[in-house]
């Protein structure tokens, strides 16, 4: 399995949006409707923000979305924080004789 | 509370053995499928094996399959990984996660660093 293509960088200032894209094929993010988002600050693991392409688990701000057309997923930040500087990566789901596979990440920088 | 804490990781030295374990609590262990993730210094993540609740079905990145062995003891609520015949690419930190539907990973422990090196 290749790694999903995601731009190895995105950036906006304070109250911006920045918006992530995530590529795959027909046989990972076109065919499942299990892409999950992470985001990764320096020296810390991953959290979970958004799962099944556009839902977001309890705790996570509105202003992180999900959504996808094809075989491209996107992550959308509205309203850029300080905090939301970090590495972003996708996932998605390839299939019960597959394990999963991940993003290449972008860095998000807060101007 | 969800919490994992992983231990076991370490400097060792090529073609050298490592067993990561993991310690789960907060949730019905038995009850979810579980992952290893690493990741290199300074790269991205990348998936390295999950296992099935029961422990029945089990995959493993090519890059690791035939060396390591992930198993689980759901009376003691804990996760493992058996590394065996370890290479200098293997170096990384290695996170067990919990598994979703579509093994999306809703929660994730705080990692161990396994370094390989002479």
């Known amino acids: 399995q290749s790694a999903l293509t995601q731009p190895p960088s995105a950036s906006g200032s304070p109250g911006q949006s920045v918006t992530i894209s995530c590529t795959g094929t027909s046989s990972d993010v076109g065919g499942y409707n299990y892409v999950s988002w992470y985001q990764q600050h320096p020296g810390k693991a991953p959290k979970l923000m958004i799962y099944e392409v556009s839902k977001r688990p309890s705790g996570v701000p509105d202003r992180f979305s999900g959504s996808k057309s094809g075989n491209t997923a996107s992550l959308t930040v509205s309203g850029l924080q300080a905090e939301d500087e970090a590495d972003y990566y996708c996932?998605?789901?390839?299939?019960?004789?597959?394990?999963?596979?991940f993003g290449t990440g972008t860095k998000v920088t807060v101007l | 509370q969800v919490q994992l804490v992983e231990s076991g990781g370490g400097l060792v030295k090529p073609g050298g053995s490592l067993r990561l374990s993991c310690a789960a609590s907060g949730f019905t262990f038995s009850d979810y499928y579980m992952s290893w993730i690493r990741q290199a210094p300074g790269k991205g993540l990348e998936w390295v094996s999950y296992?099935?609740?029961?422990?029945?079905?089990?995959y493993y990145a090519d890059s690791v399959k035939g060396r390591f062995t992930i198993s689980r003891d759901n009376a003691k609520n804990s996760l493992y990984l058996q590394m065996n015949s370890l290479r200098a690419e293997d170096t990384a930190v290695y996170y067990c996660?919990?598994?979703?539907?579509?093994?999306?990973?809703?929660?994730w422990g705080q990692g161990t660093l396994v370094t390989v090196s002479s």
């Open positions: 996660a919990r598994a979703v539907g579509g093994l999306q990973l809703d929660y």
């Open positions: 996932s998605s789901y390839a299939g019960s004789n597959n394990l999963n596979v």
């Open positions: 296992i099935s609740s029961s422990g029945s079905t089990i």
